[in-house]
């Protein structure tokens, strides 16, 4: 069965310094990835993706993220973070047809400092 | 478009009672998933549908769960009876066949349902 680890509970950081959360997984296939953020009391919202193709993924509001699979990884980055980026974001793996069935890390929760 | 729909939005019972959860999905998809979000267990899948029809169940947690897809526009998930560790937030997402063959789906989620069973 698959599943994702995600380290980091809690990342502090200033506003303006660079962003780097940590996804590792574990799957048999070739892997359907995913990060989402959530907002408090909201749902979530897909900021990138991965299924095949160039490992460097682009995504909404200036994220990105690399897929390594000698690693296992797939790290969400952003350049240089905004007051409205704190929020919770989620690594995911897809398994089944279209990668439809998702399997959630247990997310890490992002303040920013002004 | 008004997005993923779900109704209510809070949902506080008394242990024992039934509890029924809804959700509109985008027009067009023809794809929905349930999850719940705990803080012990994170989000979990507990079933999904294409085309209306139940394609995998293996995340209801047990015989008190059930859901329904009656038409493409309407789901619910119920819980009878209802316990307190039942007490989660639950999400609807719903998606729709990316075009062009090897992509995958994107699942746009609802705002959830906080139940609390007391």
């Known amino acids: 069965a698959q599943s994702v680890t995600q380290p980091d509970i809690h990342i502090t950081v200033s506003e303006g310094a660079s962003l780097e959360l940590r996804c590792n997984y574990s799957y048999g296939a070739t892997p359907y990835l995913f990060w989402y953020v959530q907002s408090p009391g909201q749902g979530l919202q897909l900021l990138l993706k991965y299924f095949s193709g160039d490992t460097l993924v682009q995504g909404i509001k200036g994220f990105e993220a690399e897929f390594k699979r000698s690693q296992s990884s797939f790290n969400l980055r952003k350049p240089s973070v905004h007051w409205s980026d704190a929020a919770e974001y989620f690594c995911a793996v897809g398994a089944g047809a279209a990668g439809n069935k998702l399997t959630f890390g247990g997310g890490t929760r992002v303040l920013v400092k002004p | 478009d008004a997005g993923v729909i779900q109704s209510p939005r809070h949902e506080v019972t008394e242990m024992g009672q039934e509890v029924t959860l809804r959700c509109k999905p985008i027009s067009g998809h023809n794809s929905l998933f349930w999850y719940r979000q705990t803080m012990m267990r994170g989000l979990e899948l507990l079933i999904y549908?294409?085309?209306?029809?139940?394609?995998?169940d293996s995340g209801m947690p047990e015989d008190r769960f059930s859901a329904k897809m009656p038409n493409a526009s309407f789901s619910t998930l119920k819980i009878q009876p209802s316990e307190p560790r039942d007490s989660a937030v639950y999400f609807c997402?719903?998606?729709?066949?990316?075009?062009?063959?090897?992509?995958?789906?994107?699942?746009?989620f609802g705002p959830g349902t906080r139940l609390t069973v007391l």
């Open positions: 997402a719903s998606s729709f066949p990316q075009r062009g063959g090897w992509t995958t789906d994107t699942q746009y």
């Open positions: 549908f294409n085309n209306n029809v139940p394609i995998d």
